[in-house]
């Protein structure tokens, strides 16, 4: 959402190699923790930038820092004062969410999203992934990010026409290696949040997926376990087919057939 430059101004005059290792360090690490989002860049000048996208105004505030951004924020104020400028708004982002609960939470990305994979349900805007709990046996979420660029790859070779039924199938079978990466997080996220956290299966209806007329309405039948889904509405107007029991959710679509 939030565009920044960050300057780091040198507390010494030589600045080696290894001090240039410890910046790329600290935007990698500021990523793994959701902190600034993908399509960074470090620029040399007289000093070294940071061009950052942040989710939020005050996403780089020591607060939000996991374990490994603190040890390397310290590292980086050994060498460099940092002095932050707001650029503007980046409009390849959207604005995230700031609801105080939160019902359910949607996962998803696709091939050119630099944003966080997870979606409120409340609002429908994207949350910041140092608000939610780490995955599994993790301190940030850096298994989320190889999830997000897996998915990404497939569906930009899908897209792109490449190896249609490897890629179909990985981005519409629940049980794909891709999605079952997914879930696993979302199954554990779910877990330690108290509500659930849908993951989103992509359609193609060439691959028999299944609909069901209610009413006036086309719902999704569940791959899972073949019951018919159940239609959410978001606060925005964007609707959704989840199955409960499964955890899976559709983009709805009352055209199909
Ligand atoms: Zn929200
Ligand atoms: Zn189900």
Not at 143 to 163: E, G, K, R
Request: one cysteine or more.
């Amino acid at each position: 959402m939030y565009y920044k430059t960050i300057e780091l101004l040198p507390k010494e005059i030589s600045i080696d190699n290894k001090i240039v290792d410890l910046i790329w360090q600290f935007v990698y690490i500021l990523e793994c923790n959701g902190q600034i989002l993908k399509d960074y860049k470090v620029i040399k000048n007289k000093n070294y930038r940071l061009y950052v996208t942040t989710p939020k105004k005050d996403s780089l505030s020591e607060k939000y820092d996991s374990i490994y951004v603190k040890s390397v924020r310290e590292k980086v104020l050994e060498y460099f004062t940092l002095s932050e400028e707001d650029i503007g708004v980046n409009i390849e982002s959207q604005e995230y969410c700031s609801c105080a609960n939160r019902d359910a939470i949607e996962m998803q990305t696709y091939n050119t999203d630099i944003d966080s994979v997870f979606t409120c349900c409340n609002c429908g805007k994207p949350i910041a992934l140092y608000e939610l709990p780490y995955p599994e046996n993790s301190a940030d979420y850096s298994d989320v990010l190889t999830w997000q660029q897996n998915y990404s790859a497939i569906d930009t070779l899908w897209l792109n026409c490449i190896s249609d039924r490897y890629t179909g199938n990985q981005r519409v079978n629940f049980d794909s290696a891709v999605n079952k990466q997914g879930i696993e997080i979302a199954k554990y996220l779910s877990k330690r949040l108290g509500y659930p956290v849908y993951y989103h299966l992509s359609c193609d209806y060439g691959k028999k997926i299944k609909v069901e007329k209610v009413g006036n309405k086309q719902i999704h039948v569940c791959p899972k376990c073949g019951n018919v889904m159940k239609r959410v509405e978001f606060s925005n107007n964007c609707k959704i087919d989840v199955c409960e029991n499964c955890a899976l959710s559709y983009d709805f679509d009352d055209d199909v057939i």
